[in-house]
């Protein structure tokens, strides 16, 4: 009996670490570091970060960002992954 050969889904995920400052809770300025799941850049970083915090004194003046490639079978995948197929109930 034949096996099918494994079929693979494939992903890239890019992460940015923000570092930036910020105003504390005793008016000093602190170190102040988040992640966002896609390539920002700096201006782009504080803006999302500080909707994302409702603290308009963050300021983000440096971003690493790191891509990396990923890959699951599809039957793993289908196992793990909520099925969001939408207008057709579960």
């Keep these: 009996m034949a096996t099918e050969p494994q079929t693979f889904i494939y992903r890239t995920i890019t ?12 008016g000093e300025f602190a170190d102040f570091t988040d992640i966002i799941l896609k390539n ?39 196992s793990l992954a909520e099925d969001i197929t939408e207008g057709e109930s579960k």
């Design 15 to 26: 992460t940015t670490v923000c570092n930036g400052q910020h105003i504390d809770d005793h």
């Design 40 to 78: 920002v850049s700096p201006q782009e970083a504080t803006r999302i970060l500080r909707a994302r915090h409702g603290d308009q004194s963050i300021t983000i003046n440096n971003v690493e960002t790191d891509t990396r490639r990923y890959s699951m079978p599809i039957t793993q995948f289908l």
